[in-house]
């Protein structure tokens, strides 16, 4: 079992994609039933405390703050899990960490909170923050699961630095074309390089990164709609998946 080859960069491609699919699925299911409130996109969330501050709505702060607690306490003890099981030599670690996300989803998924028009009603009630607490966690854990692929930094819950880097390596590939085109004088030719450039093979995964997490969101939107919070077994599913995967070919998570 120690010699177990690990996932290559397809595999890791692949993981990436899927997981950051679940996070946009959490995301939208979560902003819908607790009212607003992120389980991954902490930067609205923190938009949130300012706001209700701003209002002096002292007791609608909790809510998004008890989310950004929850979230960076998961990626505090999750980096320290894998920093700990790498250094014992552990390979499968991803299998344990994506295994609790899904059983945080399951309990999310068995909750039976009053609900009305597909939020919950109560927003205030422990059962509330428990909630909140549990799908901040899962995706906290997700993001400190799997945080690199190749050379690029990517983050699975949420899309802002996707966004920013795809932007990044569409300006670098537009100033390499100027360049190429500038020496050579050929179109066919810098078409022809294009594909073989690493900043046209960033955009491209980044892009595709971004349209996963789109995709994610519209279909837990679509799922709720239909099964309320029992639409995360599908996410839960994914994870379990990618569990057996991660004990079979172990994902590198550098």
Known sequence: MTNRPQLGKGGKIAVALSLTGVGGFVDAVGYIALFQIFTANMSGNSVHV???LGRLEVSDVMRPLCAIMAYATAIVLTGIA???AGRSGVKSVASFNLAAEALLLTFFATATP?????QIVD?????????VALLATAMGIQTATLS??????VYTTFVTGTITKFAESVAGVLV?????????????DTFRLMPKQPEVRNAA????IWLCYVAGAAIGTITKSKWELRS???????????SVIDQWRPIDLQ
């Open 205 to 208: 995964f980044l892009a595709s």
């Open 82 to 84: 894998v920093e700990a």
């Open 148 to 153: 690199h692929v190749g050379p690029l930094t």
């Open 50 to 52: 300012g706001m209700f």
């Open 123 to 131: 927003l205030h009630s422990p059962c509330y923050f428990a909630l």
């Open 176 to 188: 390499w074309v100027y360049d190429h085109y500038r020496l050579s004088g050929k179109t066919s």
């Open 232 to 242: 995360l077994y599908l996410p839960v599913v994914v994870l379990v998946t990618l």
């Open 114 to 118: 009053a609900i009305d028009r597909g």
